[in-house]
RNA sequence: GCCGCUGUAGCUCAGUUGGUUAGAGCACCAGAUUGUGGAUCUGGGGGUCCCCCGUUCGAGCCGGGGCAGCGGUACCA
Protein backbone atom coordinates (compact mmCIF):
# COMPACT_ATOMS: atom_id res chain seq x y z
CA UNK A 1 0.00 0.00 0.00
CA UNK A 2 3.29 2.48 -0.26
CA UNK A 3 1.91 3.48 -3.91
CA UNK A 4 1.15 7.23 -4.13
CA UNK A 5 -0.81 6.72 -7.08
CA UNK A 6 -4.17 7.01 -6.57
CA UNK A 7 -5.45 3.56 -8.08
CA UNK A 8 -8.32 3.27 -10.60
CA UNK A 9 -10.57 1.95 -7.70
CA UNK A 10 -10.52 5.41 -6.13
CA UNK A 11 -13.69 6.59 -6.50
CA UNK A 12 -14.05 10.90 -6.95
CA UNK A 13 -15.49 12.48 -4.08
CA UNK A 14 -18.55 14.40 -5.60
CA UNK A 15 -22.03 15.55 -4.91
CA UNK A 16 -24.58 15.41 -7.54
CA UNK A 17 -25.45 18.16 -9.14
CA UNK A 18 -28.35 20.30 -7.80
CA UNK A 19 -27.38 18.50 -4.45
CA UNK A 20 -25.63 20.58 -1.44
CA UNK A 21 -24.16 20.08 1.75
CA UNK A 22 -25.28 22.25 5.26
CA UNK A 23 -22.67 22.80 7.89
CA UNK A 24 -22.34 23.90 11.03
CA UNK A 25 -23.16 27.53 11.25
CA UNK A 26 -25.68 27.45 8.32
CA UNK A 27 -27.20 24.41 10.31
CA UNK A 28 -27.58 26.05 13.32
CA UNK A 29 -28.88 29.47 11.95
CA UNK A 30 -31.71 27.51 10.09
CA UNK A 31 -32.26 25.40 13.41
CA UNK A 32 -33.28 28.69 14.47
CA UNK A 33 -35.53 30.09 11.72
CA UNK A 34 -37.31 27.30 11.47
CA UNK A 35 -38.34 27.43 14.93
CA UNK A 36 -38.89 31.22 14.72
CA UNK A 37 -41.47 29.97 12.31
CA UNK A 38 -43.19 26.94 14.06
CA UNK A 39 -43.41 29.40 16.79
CA UNK A 40 -45.59 31.60 14.61
CA UNK A 41 -47.29 28.97 13.33
CA UNK A 42 -48.21 27.17 16.42
CA UNK A 43 -49.37 30.11 17.65
CA UNK A 44 -51.71 30.23 14.90
CA UNK A 45 -53.10 27.15 16.25
CA UNK A 46 -51.78 24.40 13.41
CA UNK A 47 -50.61 21.31 13.93
CA UNK A 48 -47.54 19.43 13.04
CA UNK A 49 -46.99 16.84 11.09
CA UNK A 50 -44.26 14.53 8.64
CA UNK A 51 -44.93 12.95 5.85
CA UNK A 52 -42.64 10.15 4.32
CA UNK A 53 -40.00 11.70 1.42
CA UNK A 54 -41.89 9.63 -0.92
CA UNK A 55 -45.10 8.04 -1.84
CA UNK A 56 -46.65 6.02 -4.82
CA UNK A 57 -46.74 8.37 -7.83
CA UNK A 58 -50.48 8.05 -8.87
CA UNK A 59 -50.95 9.58 -5.22
CA UNK A 60 -48.16 12.63 -5.78
CA UNK A 61 -50.85 13.88 -9.00
CA UNK A 62 -50.04 14.00 -12.84
CA UNK A 63 -46.91 13.57 -12.85
CA UNK A 64 -47.01 9.90 -13.77
CA UNK A 65 -43.86 8.69 -15.00
CA UNK A 66 -43.99 7.10 -18.59
CA UNK A 67 -42.01 3.94 -19.48
CA UNK A 68 -39.76 5.88 -21.57
CA UNK A 69 -38.64 8.93 -19.43
CA UNK A 70 -39.63 7.46 -15.82
CA UNK A 71 -37.94 10.25 -13.96
CA UNK A 72 -39.33 13.70 -16.35
CA UNK A 73 -39.69 16.35 -13.45
CA UNK A 74 -40.04 13.77 -10.65
CA UNK A 75 -37.23 11.48 -9.23
CA UNK A 76 -38.97 7.82 -9.19
CA UNK A 77 -38.50 4.34 -9.29
CA UNK A 78 -39.74 1.15 -8.86
CA UNK A 79 -41.05 -0.81 -5.62
CA UNK A 80 -40.43 -4.87 -5.37
CA UNK A 81 -44.16 -5.17 -6.23
CA UNK A 82 -43.12 -3.23 -9.36
CA UNK A 83 -45.23 0.12 -8.27
CA UNK A 84 -44.09 3.13 -9.15
CA UNK A 85 -43.04 5.33 -6.17
CA UNK A 86 -41.83 8.84 -6.12
CA UNK A 87 -40.32 11.44 -4.27
CA UNK A 88 -42.04 14.22 -3.03
CA UNK A 89 -42.06 17.60 -5.50
CA UNK A 90 -43.97 19.35 -2.44
CA UNK A 91 -45.80 18.98 1.26
CA UNK A 92 -49.10 19.53 -0.71
CA UNK A 93 -50.02 16.55 -2.32
CA UNK A 94 -48.57 14.15 0.54
CA UNK A 95 -50.57 16.64 2.57
CA UNK A 96 -53.57 15.70 0.49
CA UNK A 97 -53.44 12.24 0.41
CA UNK A 98 -52.52 12.05 4.01
CA UNK A 99 -56.13 13.64 4.80
CA UNK A 100 -57.91 11.72 2.34
CA UNK A 101 -56.45 8.75 4.04
CA UNK A 102 -57.57 9.68 7.50
CA UNK A 103 -60.38 11.82 6.48
CA UNK A 104 -63.06 10.64 9.18
CA UNK A 105 -61.05 11.36 12.15
CA UNK A 106 -59.53 14.38 11.19
CA UNK A 107 -60.76 17.42 12.56
CA UNK A 108 -62.45 19.80 10.14
CA UNK A 109 -60.90 22.40 9.44
CA UNK A 110 -57.32 20.30 9.66
CA UNK A 111 -54.75 22.46 10.09
CA UNK A 112 -50.95 21.54 9.70
CA UNK A 113 -47.79 22.52 9.46
CA UNK A 114 -45.12 20.57 8.32
CA UNK A 115 -41.30 21.44 6.95
CA UNK A 116 -38.90 19.12 4.79
CA UNK A 117 -36.87 18.63 1.72
CA UNK A 118 -38.66 18.50 -1.81
CA UNK A 119 -36.89 16.48 -4.39
CA UNK A 120 -37.03 17.91 -8.14
CA UNK A 121 -35.59 16.58 -11.21
CA UNK A 122 -34.49 19.61 -13.33
CA UNK A 123 -32.40 21.44 -14.27
CA UNK A 124 -30.40 23.60 -11.48
CA UNK A 125 -29.36 27.05 -10.98
CA UNK A 126 -28.37 29.08 -9.03
CA UNK A 127 -30.13 29.48 -5.60
CA UNK A 128 -32.27 26.01 -7.32
CA UNK A 129 -31.38 22.63 -5.92
CA UNK A 130 -32.74 19.52 -6.75
CA UNK A 131 -33.09 19.11 -3.02
CA UNK A 132 -34.59 21.83 -1.01
CA UNK A 133 -36.63 22.83 1.92
CA UNK A 134 -40.41 24.20 2.20
CA UNK A 135 -42.26 25.19 4.72
CA UNK A 136 -46.07 25.00 4.48
CA UNK A 137 -49.19 25.51 6.22
CA UNK A 138 -52.54 24.47 5.10
CA UNK A 139 -55.95 24.48 5.80
CA UNK A 140 -58.05 21.55 4.17
CA UNK A 141 -61.81 21.36 4.32
CA UNK A 142 -63.43 24.78 4.48
CA UNK A 143 -64.28 27.17 1.39
CA UNK A 144 -64.09 29.91 3.62
CA UNK A 145 -62.16 32.90 2.57
CA UNK A 146 -61.12 33.46 6.62
CA UNK A 147 -58.86 30.87 5.96
CA UNK A 148 -57.33 32.21 3.05
CA UNK A 149 -57.33 35.89 4.84
CA UNK A 150 -55.29 34.05 8.08
CA UNK A 151 -52.48 32.75 5.38
CA UNK A 152 -51.77 36.28 4.48
CA UNK A 153 -51.71 37.50 7.85
CA UNK A 154 -49.89 34.04 8.97
CA UNK A 155 -47.37 35.03 5.92
CA UNK A 156 -46.71 38.44 7.25
CA UNK A 157 -46.54 37.48 10.76
CA UNK A 158 -44.15 34.78 10.10
CA UNK A 159 -41.61 37.68 7.86
CA UNK A 160 -41.59 39.80 10.92
CA UNK A 161 -41.10 37.38 13.78
CA UNK A 162 -37.48 36.68 11.53
CA UNK A 163 -36.92 40.36 11.47
CA UNK A 164 -37.77 41.62 8.53
CA UNK A 165 -39.12 45.13 9.54
CA UNK A 166 -42.46 46.15 8.06
CA UNK A 167 -42.40 47.93 4.39
CA UNK A 168 -39.53 45.45 4.01
CA UNK A 169 -41.95 42.83 2.31
CA UNK A 170 -45.37 42.58 0.81
CA UNK A 171 -48.06 39.37 0.79
CA UNK A 172 -49.65 40.35 -2.58
CA UNK A 173 -53.11 38.77 -2.99
CA UNK A 174 -54.98 38.25 -6.44
CA UNK A 175 -57.41 35.66 -7.25
CA UNK A 176 -57.16 33.30 -10.32
CA UNK A 177 -61.20 33.70 -10.82
CA UNK A 178 -59.95 37.42 -11.87
CA UNK A 179 -57.69 36.19 -14.68
CA UNK A 180 -59.77 33.36 -15.33
CA UNK A 181 -62.60 35.45 -16.10
CA UNK A 182 -60.63 38.07 -18.36
CA UNK A 183 -59.63 35.28 -20.49
CA UNK A 184 -62.96 34.21 -20.41
CA UNK A 185 -64.28 37.90 -21.49
CA UNK A 186 -61.62 37.90 -23.99
CA UNK A 187 -62.50 34.58 -25.71
CA UNK A 188 -59.80 32.42 -25.20
CA UNK A 189 -61.94 30.02 -23.05
CA UNK A 190 -62.88 26.02 -24.13
CA UNK A 191 -60.60 23.63 -24.24
CA UNK A 192 -59.48 24.50 -28.14
CA UNK A 193 -57.45 27.45 -26.37
CA UNK A 194 -55.68 25.35 -23.08
CA UNK A 195 -52.43 25.88 -24.39
CA UNK A 196 -53.13 29.33 -25.34
CA UNK A 197 -54.40 30.51 -21.60
CA UNK A 198 -51.06 28.61 -20.03
CA UNK A 199 -49.03 30.93 -22.41
CA UNK A 200 -50.53 33.89 -20.88
CA UNK A 201 -50.77 32.88 -17.64
CA UNK A 202 -46.74 32.32 -18.31
CA UNK A 203 -46.12 35.43 -19.46
CA UNK A 204 -47.90 37.74 -16.96
CA UNK A 205 -46.38 35.82 -14.20
CA UNK A 206 -43.15 37.31 -15.93
CA UNK A 207 -44.39 40.66 -15.54
CA UNK A 208 -42.35 41.52 -12.61
CA UNK A 209 -39.18 40.04 -13.85
CA UNK A 210 -39.41 41.56 -17.49
CA UNK A 211 -41.53 44.81 -17.24
CA UNK A 212 -44.84 44.87 -19.64
CA UNK A 213 -42.70 45.50 -23.02
CA UNK A 214 -41.52 42.36 -22.84
CA UNK A 215 -44.50 40.56 -21.48
CA UNK A 216 -46.65 42.29 -24.09
CA UNK A 217 -44.37 39.98 -26.88
CA UNK A 218 -45.44 37.30 -24.88
CA UNK A 219 -48.80 37.89 -25.36
CA UNK A 220 -48.57 38.82 -28.88
CA UNK A 221 -46.18 36.93 -31.36
CA UNK A 222 -42.82 35.68 -29.25
CA UNK A 223 -39.84 37.10 -27.38
CA UNK A 224 -36.12 36.20 -28.58
CA UNK A 225 -33.94 36.72 -25.77
CA UNK A 226 -30.35 38.34 -25.45
CA UNK A 227 -28.86 34.68 -26.35
CA UNK A 228 -31.18 34.34 -29.10
CA UNK A 229 -33.24 31.85 -28.00
CA UNK A 230 -36.90 32.88 -29.20
CA UNK A 231 -40.11 32.00 -26.88
CA UNK A 232 -43.33 31.45 -28.74
CA UNK A 233 -46.03 34.13 -28.29
CA UNK A 234 -49.66 33.89 -27.40
CA UNK A 235 -50.37 35.04 -30.51
CA UNK A 236 -53.40 37.45 -29.15
CA UNK A 237 -54.68 39.83 -31.08
CA UNK A 238 -53.89 43.57 -30.13
CA UNK A 239 -57.13 44.00 -28.87
CA UNK A 240 -56.88 41.18 -26.25
CA UNK A 241 -53.94 42.28 -25.32
CA UNK A 242 -55.35 45.84 -24.39
CA UNK A 243 -57.53 44.17 -22.11
CA UNK A 244 -55.26 42.11 -20.08
CA UNK A 245 -53.47 45.51 -20.00
CA UNK A 246 -56.42 47.07 -18.78
CA UNK A 247 -56.45 44.19 -16.02
CA UNK A 248 -52.94 44.08 -15.42
CA UNK A 249 -52.66 48.21 -14.87
CA UNK A 250 -55.67 47.77 -12.73
CA UNK A 251 -54.50 50.16 -9.92
CA UNK A 252 -54.20 47.61 -7.38
CA UNK A 253 -57.90 47.52 -7.53
CA UNK A 254 -57.85 51.18 -6.19
CA UNK A 255 -61.37 51.10 -6.47
CA UNK A 256 -61.79 48.16 -4.28
CA UNK A 257 -60.20 49.72 -0.99
CA UNK A 258 -63.18 52.31 -1.21
CA UNK A 259 -65.52 49.61 -0.60
CA UNK A 260 -63.70 47.56 2.13
CA UNK A 261 -63.07 51.07 4.44
CA UNK A 262 -66.60 51.86 4.24
CA UNK A 263 -67.15 48.08 4.57
CA UNK A 264 -70.42 48.76 2.42
CA UNK A 265 -71.79 45.97 0.42
CA UNK A 266 -73.71 48.59 -1.81
CA UNK A 267 -70.64 49.73 -2.91
CA UNK A 268 -68.89 47.27 -3.44
CA UNK A 269 -72.10 46.10 -6.05
CA UNK A 270 -71.24 49.33 -7.76
CA UNK A 271 -67.47 48.55 -7.89
CA UNK A 272 -67.96 44.81 -9.56
CA UNK A 273 -70.30 46.51 -12.11
CA UNK A 274 -67.52 49.07 -12.86
CA UNK A 275 -65.22 46.26 -12.84
CA UNK A 276 -67.23 44.18 -15.51
CA UNK A 277 -68.28 47.11 -17.64
CA UNK A 278 -64.22 47.40 -17.75
CA UNK A 279 -62.92 43.77 -18.28
CA UNK A 280 -65.93 42.01 -19.69
CA UNK A 281 -68.70 40.40 -17.88
CA UNK A 282 -68.28 37.32 -15.94
CA UNK A 283 -69.63 35.25 -13.08
CA UNK A 284 -65.85 34.71 -12.44
CA UNK A 285 -64.99 37.85 -12.30
CA UNK A 286 -67.59 38.73 -10.04
CA UNK A 287 -66.99 35.45 -7.43
CA UNK A 288 -63.37 36.50 -7.64
CA UNK A 289 -63.84 40.42 -6.57
CA UNK A 290 -66.78 38.91 -3.54
CA UNK A 291 -63.35 36.74 -2.45
CA UNK A 292 -60.87 39.36 -2.43
CA UNK A 293 -63.63 41.70 -0.46
CA UNK A 294 -63.98 39.26 2.15
CA UNK A 295 -60.10 38.21 2.08
CA UNK A 296 -59.98 42.35 2.51
CA UNK A 297 -62.22 43.24 5.02
CA UNK A 298 -60.97 40.53 7.37
CA UNK A 299 -57.11 41.33 7.02
CA UNK A 300 -57.80 44.86 7.83
CA UNK A 301 -59.82 44.19 10.62
CA UNK A 302 -57.51 42.60 12.17
CA UNK A 303 -55.33 46.01 11.55
CA UNK A 304 -53.06 44.65 9.01
CA UNK A 305 -52.38 47.82 6.59
CA UNK A 306 -51.93 48.00 2.61
CA UNK A 307 -48.07 48.44 3.43
CA UNK A 308 -48.24 44.49 4.38
CA UNK A 309 -51.13 42.83 2.56
CA UNK A 310 -52.24 44.38 -0.46
CA UNK A 311 -54.10 43.26 -4.03
CA UNK A 312 -51.97 42.45 -6.83
CA UNK A 313 -53.77 41.43 -10.05
CA UNK A 314 -50.43 40.30 -11.69
CA UNK A 315 -49.85 37.69 -8.98
CA UNK A 316 -50.45 34.01 -11.15
CA UNK A 317 -48.22 31.61 -9.12
CA UNK A 318 -49.01 27.64 -9.81
CA UNK A 319 -50.71 27.01 -13.50
CA UNK A 320 -52.79 24.73 -13.21
CA UNK A 321 -53.44 24.04 -9.44
CA UNK A 322 -54.65 27.41 -8.03
CA UNK A 323 -58.56 27.60 -8.40
CA UNK A 324 -59.22 30.95 -6.39
CA UNK A 325 -57.38 33.53 -3.89
CA UNK A 326 -53.50 33.24 -4.96
CA UNK A 327 -50.87 34.59 -2.26
CA UNK A 328 -47.12 35.65 -2.85
CA UNK A 329 -44.66 36.75 -0.35
CA UNK A 330 -42.06 39.43 -1.60
CA UNK A 331 -39.12 41.01 0.49
CA UNK A 332 -39.04 44.58 -1.21
CA UNK A 333 -35.62 45.46 0.12
CA UNK A 334 -32.57 46.54 -1.90
CA UNK A 335 -29.41 45.14 -1.32
CA UNK A 336 -26.55 44.80 -2.98
CA UNK A 337 -24.08 41.82 -3.63
CA UNK A 338 -20.31 41.18 -3.42
CA UNK A 339 -19.69 43.39 -6.38
CA UNK A 340 -21.62 45.83 -6.06
CA UNK A 341 -24.71 44.91 -7.95
CA UNK A 342 -27.93 45.20 -6.41
CA UNK A 343 -29.97 42.04 -5.72
CA UNK A 344 -33.53 41.77 -6.18
CA UNK A 345 -34.91 38.87 -3.31
CA UNK A 346 -38.39 38.93 -4.89
CA UNK A 347 -40.67 35.97 -3.79
CA UNK A 348 -39.94 33.97 -0.97
CA UNK A 349 -43.07 32.21 -0.40
CA UNK A 350 -46.33 31.69 -1.68
CA UNK A 351 -49.67 29.76 -2.01
CA UNK A 352 -53.26 29.71 -2.34
CA UNK A 353 -56.57 27.30 -2.74
CA UNK A 354 -56.47 24.51 -4.30
CA UNK A 355 -59.85 22.98 -4.03
CA UNK A 356 -59.07 19.89 -5.90
CA UNK A 357 -56.28 18.32 -5.01
CA UNK A 358 -57.72 15.98 -2.21
CA UNK A 359 -61.00 15.74 -4.19
CA UNK A 360 -58.78 13.11 -6.29
CA UNK A 361 -58.82 10.52 -3.16
CA UNK A 362 -62.54 10.93 -2.51
CA UNK A 363 -66.08 11.88 -4.29
CA UNK A 364 -66.66 14.76 -2.18
CA UNK A 365 -65.52 18.43 -2.60
CA UNK A 366 -62.54 18.84 -0.07
CA UNK A 367 -61.80 22.87 -0.62
CA UNK A 368 -58.05 23.40 0.65
CA UNK A 369 -55.82 26.73 0.69
CA UNK A 370 -52.33 26.79 2.14
CA UNK A 371 -48.95 28.73 2.34
CA UNK A 372 -45.50 27.39 1.54
CA UNK A 373 -41.82 29.14 2.11
CA UNK A 374 -39.16 28.70 0.28
CA UNK A 375 -36.61 28.39 3.07
CA UNK A 376 -33.73 28.23 1.36
CA UNK A 377 -34.71 31.12 -0.73
CA UNK A 378 -35.32 33.04 2.58
CA UNK A 379 -32.44 32.05 4.43
CA UNK A 380 -30.11 33.31 1.57
CA UNK A 381 -31.93 36.72 1.67
CA UNK A 382 -31.93 37.15 5.75
CA UNK A 383 -28.79 36.23 5.93
CA UNK A 384 -27.78 38.93 3.17
CA UNK A 385 -29.67 41.13 5.44
CA UNK A 386 -27.90 40.46 8.19
CA UNK A 387 -30.62 39.02 9.74
CA UNK A 388 -29.14 35.27 10.39
CA UNK A 389 -27.50 35.28 13.74
CA UNK A 390 -23.48 35.64 12.71
CA UNK A 391 -22.04 34.82 15.50
CA UNK A 392 -20.04 31.95 14.80
CA UNK A 393 -20.87 29.23 17.30
CA UNK A 394 -18.04 28.87 19.90
CA UNK A 395 -15.86 25.80 19.85
CA UNK A 396 -15.48 23.73 22.53
CA UNK A 397 -12.58 24.11 25.34
CA UNK A 398 -10.11 21.40 24.78
CA UNK A 399 -8.33 19.72 27.17
CA UNK A 400 -5.14 18.60 25.78
CA UNK A 401 -3.33 15.11 26.34
CA UNK A 402 0.13 15.83 27.48
CA UNK A 403 0.69 12.40 28.82
CA UNK A 404 -0.94 9.78 27.15
CA UNK A 405 -0.69 7.47 29.82
CA UNK A 406 -3.41 9.64 31.87
CA UNK A 407 -5.56 10.53 29.17
CA UNK A 408 -8.11 8.49 31.96
CA UNK A 409 -7.54 12.37 34.27
CA UNK A 410 -7.88 14.63 31.11
CA UNK A 411 -11.22 13.44 29.97
CA UNK A 412 -12.33 13.13 33.81
CA UNK A 413 -11.50 17.37 33.88
CA UNK A 414 -13.66 17.20 30.30
CA UNK A 415 -16.47 15.85 32.08
CA UNK A 416 -16.47 18.38 35.04
CA UNK A 417 -16.38 21.30 32.39
CA UNK A 418 -19.53 19.28 30.69
CA UNK A 419 -21.27 19.03 33.81
CA UNK A 420 -21.00 22.28 34.36
CA UNK A 421 -22.90 23.00 30.87
CA UNK A 422 -19.67 24.32 29.06
CA UNK A 423 -19.28 22.93 25.34
CA UNK A 424 -15.79 20.85 26.17
CA UNK A 425 -13.91 18.03 24.81
CA UNK A 426 -10.60 15.88 25.53
CA UNK A 427 -8.68 15.75 22.38
CA UNK A 428 -9.25 12.47 21.33
CA UNK A 429 -6.15 12.56 18.15
CA UNK A 430 -2.64 11.07 18.09
CA UNK A 431 -0.45 14.41 17.47
CA UNK A 432 1.61 15.91 19.48
CA UNK A 433 1.37 19.19 22.11
CA UNK A 434 1.70 22.21 18.76
CA UNK A 435 -0.61 20.11 16.59
CA UNK A 436 -3.01 19.82 19.47
CA UNK A 437 -2.96 23.46 20.12
CA UNK A 438 -3.48 24.03 15.85
CA UNK A 439 -6.31 21.79 16.83
CA UNK A 440 -8.05 23.76 19.65
CA UNK A 441 -7.24 27.18 16.91
CA UNK A 442 -9.01 25.70 14.33
CA UNK A 443 -12.05 25.21 16.38
CA UNK A 444 -12.68 28.41 17.07
CA UNK A 445 -12.07 27.11 20.60
CA UNK A 446 -12.31 29.57 23.70
CA UNK A 447 -9.51 27.86 25.41
CA UNK A 448 -7.30 25.28 25.80
CA UNK A 449 -6.28 22.84 29.47
CA UNK A 450 -3.14 21.90 29.81
CA UNK A 451 -1.98 19.92 32.53
CA UNK A 452 1.75 18.48 32.31
CA UNK A 453 3.90 17.21 34.57
CA UNK A 454 5.01 20.78 35.76
CA UNK A 455 1.50 21.32 36.77
CA UNK A 456 0.54 17.73 37.98
CA UNK A 457 3.77 18.19 40.33
CA UNK A 458 2.20 20.92 42.09
CA UNK A 459 -1.48 20.11 41.62
CA UNK A 460 -2.61 22.55 39.22
CA UNK A 461 -3.72 23.12 35.71
CA UNK A 462 -2.58 25.70 33.32
CA UNK A 463 -5.77 27.33 31.49
CA UNK A 464 -5.03 29.62 28.12
CA UNK A 465 -6.86 31.82 26.86
CA UNK A 466 -7.11 31.65 23.40
CA UNK A 467 -9.06 34.76 22.33
CA UNK A 468 -6.50 37.17 24.36
CA UNK A 469 -3.82 34.91 23.24
CA UNK A 470 -4.63 35.87 19.40
CA UNK A 471 -4.45 39.14 20.24
CA UNK A 472 -1.66 39.38 21.85
CA UNK A 473 0.53 37.71 19.25
CA UNK A 474 -0.59 40.58 16.76
CA UNK A 475 2.18 42.72 19.08
CA UNK A 476 4.79 40.39 19.70
CA UNK A 477 6.88 39.76 15.90
CA UNK A 478 9.50 37.72 17.51
CA UNK A 479 8.89 33.80 17.95
CA UNK A 480 11.33 33.30 20.73
CA UNK A 481 9.95 36.29 22.42
CA UNK A 482 6.32 35.02 21.71
CA UNK A 483 7.41 31.44 23.22
CA UNK A 484 8.60 32.47 26.00
CA UNK A 485 5.97 35.01 26.97
CA UNK A 486 3.32 32.21 26.91
CA UNK A 487 0.50 35.16 26.77
CA UNK A 488 -3.00 35.24 28.35
CA UNK A 489 -2.13 32.03 30.72
CA UNK A 490 -2.59 31.33 34.57
CA UNK A 491 -2.74 28.07 36.44
CA UNK A 492 -5.20 27.57 39.43
CA UNK A 493 -5.70 24.66 41.53
CA UNK A 494 -6.93 21.36 39.91
CA UNK A 495 -10.12 22.02 42.62
CA UNK A 496 -10.78 25.44 40.95
CA UNK A 497 -10.88 24.60 37.12
CA UNK A 498 -14.35 24.55 36.76
CA UNK A 499 -15.23 27.93 38.09
CA UNK A 500 -11.93 29.28 36.64
CA UNK A 501 -12.75 28.38 33.16
CA UNK A 502 -16.64 29.65 33.81
CA UNK A 503 -15.16 32.74 35.05
CA UNK A 504 -12.79 33.34 31.60
CA UNK A 505 -15.69 32.58 29.72
CA UNK A 506 -18.12 35.13 31.09
CA UNK A 507 -15.12 38.06 30.38
CA UNK A 508 -14.80 36.48 26.76
CA UNK A 509 -18.75 37.20 26.37
CA UNK A 510 -18.31 40.33 28.10
CA UNK A 511 -16.05 41.67 25.62
C1' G B 1 -34.25 21.76 -24.22
C1' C B 2 -31.83 26.30 -26.59
C1' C B 3 -27.76 30.13 -26.61
C1' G B 4 -23.10 31.90 -24.71
C1' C B 5 -18.63 31.56 -21.78
C1' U B 6 -15.03 28.58 -19.18
C1' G B 7 -12.14 23.83 -18.20
C1' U B 8 -4.05 23.59 -15.77
C1' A B 9 -2.54 21.37 -7.85
C1' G B 10 -7.63 21.40 -2.50
C1' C B 11 -8.57 27.10 -3.96
C1' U B 12 -7.25 31.51 -7.22
C1' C B 13 -4.63 31.61 -11.48
C1' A B 14 0.24 32.08 -14.86
C1' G B 15 2.24 29.15 -18.78
C1' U B 16 6.06 32.95 -24.61
C1' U B 17 5.68 31.57 -32.24
C1' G B 18 4.01 24.42 -30.62
C1' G B 19 10.04 22.65 -27.76
C1' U B 20 13.70 19.27 -22.15
C1' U B 21 11.45 17.21 -15.97
C1' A B 22 4.30 22.14 -16.22
C1' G B 23 4.82 26.83 -12.40
C1' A B 24 3.28 30.82 -8.57
C1' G B 25 0.36 32.54 -4.47
C1' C B 26 -2.86 30.73 -0.83
C1' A B 27 -4.09 26.26 1.83
C1' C B 28 -2.13 21.58 3.90
C1' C B 29 1.98 18.62 6.47
C1' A B 30 6.82 18.64 8.88
C1' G B 31 11.22 20.93 10.92
C1' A B 32 13.81 25.27 13.02
C1' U B 33 11.22 25.36 18.62
C1' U B 34 11.59 17.09 21.98
C1' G B 35 5.55 21.86 26.86
C1' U B 36 2.40 26.22 23.45
C1' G B 37 -2.24 28.14 18.32
C1' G B 38 0.18 33.72 15.70
C1' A B 39 4.63 35.86 12.67
C1' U B 40 9.27 34.39 10.05
C1' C B 41 12.51 30.92 7.58
C1' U B 42 13.48 25.97 5.47
C1' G B 43 11.72 21.57 3.52
C1' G B 44 7.67 18.27 1.88
C1' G B 45 3.19 16.00 -0.09
C1' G B 46 -0.17 16.92 -3.83
C1' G B 47 -1.24 17.09 -11.45
C1' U B 48 -5.41 12.09 -16.21
C1' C B 49 -3.02 20.20 -18.03
C1' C B 50 -11.54 17.65 -18.58
C1' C B 51 -11.81 13.20 -22.18
C1' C B 52 -11.15 11.01 -27.11
C1' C B 53 -9.46 11.42 -32.05
C1' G B 54 -6.44 14.13 -35.48
C1' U B 55 -2.16 17.43 -37.35
C1' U B 56 3.16 17.36 -36.03
C1' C B 57 9.77 14.96 -35.06
C1' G B 58 7.24 17.09 -30.76
C1' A B 59 0.60 19.35 -28.21
C1' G B 60 -1.26 22.32 -21.83
C1' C B 61 -1.03 25.46 -26.49
C1' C B 62 -3.38 24.01 -33.21
C1' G B 63 -8.07 21.29 -35.56
C1' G B 64 -12.49 18.13 -34.89
C1' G B 65 -15.87 15.58 -31.67
C1' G B 66 -17.53 14.66 -26.82
C1' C B 67 -18.15 15.69 -21.45
C1' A B 68 -18.46 18.83 -17.27
C1' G B 69 -19.05 23.55 -14.80
C1' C B 70 -20.94 28.48 -14.87
C1' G B 71 -24.32 32.28 -16.80
C1' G B 72 -28.78 33.45 -19.46
C1' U B 73 -33.33 31.56 -21.33
C1' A B 74 -37.32 27.88 -21.50
C1' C B 75 -40.04 24.54 -18.24
C1' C B 76 -41.41 24.65 -13.02
C1' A B 77 -46.38 21.03 -9.08
Redesign the pocket.
Known sequence: MSD???SKTQVKARLP?GMRDVEAQELRALKHMLDTISEVYERYGFEPLDTPAFEYTDAL?K?LPDTDRPNE??FSFQDEDEQWVSMR??L??PLARYVAQNFDATPKPFRRYQTGYVY???????GRFRQFMQFDADTVGTANPAADAEMCMLAADTLEALGIPRGGYIIKVSNRKLLDGVMDAIGISGVENATRR??VL?AID?LD?FGWDEVELLLGSGRK?????F?KGAELTPLQVRKIREYLSWESIALFRSSVQTHRQERLERDIEIAENLLGESDLIEAGLRELFDIEVLVRSAGYGHNRICIDSSVVR????YTGPVFEAELTFRATDESGQAVRFGSVGGGGRYDGLVSRFRSQPVPATGFSIGVSRLYAALSHLGKIGAAKAAGPVVVLV?DKARVGDYQCMAKQLRDAGIRAEMYVGD?????Q??Y??KRGSPAVI?Q?????AKGEV?I?D??E??R??GE????AE??EA????FSVSEGDLVAAVQKLLAEQAKA
Open positions: KKPKGFGVYDTARNEKPGPLTRKKDESGDTGLEYMAGMKAMKADIGEDERTKLLGSLSISDHWKRPAQ
